[in-house]
């Protein structure tokens, strides 16, 4: 069946930095665009930043655009998100998704991120 | 930007009744709509896409309708189970967006 486990959240202070990986199991990760979309405690859906299936193509939300990079190893079904310079309204639950303009089919069980000093 | 706004706000239903949940986009996205479960503390689960195709394994109580601007999903039959916040998100135009989410509880 198909699973995605994210995992490298935590806590980390303001102006820090974290990497956040999403490894897929259950259909083939080179043929789909993928997405992390994100949830600020008690809040609704974000989306944060998407990856073409051949890496050719990304884009990010305004509020993250320049501090986070989106990244794929198609060779290890993975997905990554290294977050910079992260603000507390960064804090959140990170999900990554398959999809891209369509819907988002499976997701993973999400990851928490907080952003404090 | 395509602002997606749900309504109406919290619900309270009780068993075997009907809940009509509703999602109106600021810009027409055609059909390119979907509908998401979110349990408590569980990830959001797909629903229905297309505006009316049901996602594998969800129940034929679940039903999708719209085009254009205004979207409605309709929970047939409701059961405790169905608890949860309902989130509409489209695909129509970029970028993609979310609705602020509807709170269905069943009591």
């Known amino acids: 069946q198909v699973q995605l486990v994210e995992s490298g959240g935590g806590l980390v202070k303001p102006g820090g930095s974290l990497r956040l990986s999403c490894v897929v199991s259950g259909f083939s990760f080179r043929d789909f665009h993928m997405s992390w979309i994100r949830q600020a405690p008690g809040k609704g859906l974000e989306w944060v930043s998407y990856i073409s299936a051949g890496s050719l193509n990304i884009d990010y939300a305004d509020s993250v655009k320049g501090r986070f990079a989106i990244s794929r190893d198609n060779a290890k079904s993975s997905l990554f998100l290294e977050m910079n310079s992260l603000r507390p309204e960064d804090t959140a639950v990170y999900y990554c998704a398959k999809g891209w303009e369509t819907q988002f089919d499976f997701w993973g069980q999400g990851v928490m991120v907080t952003v404090s000093s | 930007e395509n602002v997606l706004t749900q309504s109406p706000g919290p619900l309270s239903l009780s068993p075997g009744d009907t809940a009509t949940l509703s999602c109106r986009a600021s810009?027409?996205?055609?059909?390119?709509l979907a509908w998401y479960q979110q349990k408590l503390r569980q990830a959001p689960r797909l629903l229905i896409y297309a505006a009316s195709s049901r996602a594998p394994g969800i129940p034929d109580r679940f039903s999708g309708s719209g085009s254009g601007t205004d979207f409605t999903l309709t929970i047939s039959r409701l059961e405790p189970e169905d608890s949860a916040v309902y989130y509409c998100?489209?695909?129509?135009?970029?970028?993609?967006?979310f609705g602020q989410g509807t709170k269905l509880e069943i009591k």
């Open positions: 810009q027409s996205v055609n059909t390119h």
């Open positions: 998100q489209q695909y129509g135009s970029s970028p993609q967006s």
